[in-house]
């Protein structure tokens, strides 16, 4: 896929809320690349998690497949016979290219792609689920329902992936964390002015929170085991066991 540079708030503009229209699809490989510490990482890992979890004749689901990058790494690492991947997405734009860039692929693992919210996704027989930084746009009194039908329809030993940016509850700390990411941008070729504007997009519909109340949410939606693995300033990611 050519990868096309991310400049949509390079100019001064009249800031709308961030939404994952055709101008994002377009340029969200080099967005989410120069946006999000630890994105190769978490892909990486997501690679290994799916060759330990991965069950046969199981579901493996993507949730917010954006382009399909988690989609296609559980493809790639997939061993197991008589799976399917249902990968989702609610936005058309981001859910055309996925199509694209999956079909320039091969591999041996069905992928049914879905254009939907996934809060209407069905999980059944699931050993794996992916919200990787999705959940962060679903609103927080609502997240709990996500989790709570996410684990209904794993089967035992089911992993789920959860990367969220999230908020220090130490409000020093905190500051700290969105300095360092911001750092990274500026290193990353982003201005002062698209880090700001992108920061008004993303206020009223990107919801953090704590590492402590997401760990929390796991275990009343019904999973037996969650951790952080990894974190990257103000950027993580949970394993979730049922
Ligand atoms: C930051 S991106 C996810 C990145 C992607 N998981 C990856 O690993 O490359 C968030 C995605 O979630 C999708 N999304 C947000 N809310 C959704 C919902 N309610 N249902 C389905 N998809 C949703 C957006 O359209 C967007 O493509």
Known sequence: MTRLTD?????EQQVADFNFDQRVADVFPDMIQRSVPG???IL???GLLTERYAQANSNLYDLGCS???????MRRHNKQPGCQIVSVDNSK????????HIHSYRGDTPIDLRCQNLQDTEITNASMVVLNFTLQFIEPEQ?????SQIAA????GGMLLLSEKIQHADPVMNDVLIDLHHEFKRANGYSELEISQKRTALENVM?????????QRLQQAGFAHASVWYQSYNFCSIIALK
Do not use: C
């Not at 400049?7 to 100019?11: F, K, L, R």
């Not at 734009?93 to 694209?100: D, F, K, N, S, T």
């Not at 997240?143 to 989790?147: E, G, H, I, Q």
């Open 7 to 11: 400049n949509i708030y390079a100019s």
């Open 39 to 41: 994105y190769q990482t």
């Open 67 to 73: 382009l399909g990058a988690a989609t296609l790494m």
């Open 153 to 156: 329809g794993m089967n035992q």
């Open 44 to 46: 990486h890992t997501l």
């Open 207 to 215: 919801k953090t929170e704590s590492v402590e109340t997401n760990l």
């Open 93 to 100: 734009a981001m859910l055309e290219r996925a199509e694209q």
């Open 143 to 147: 997240r709990l329902d996500v989790l």
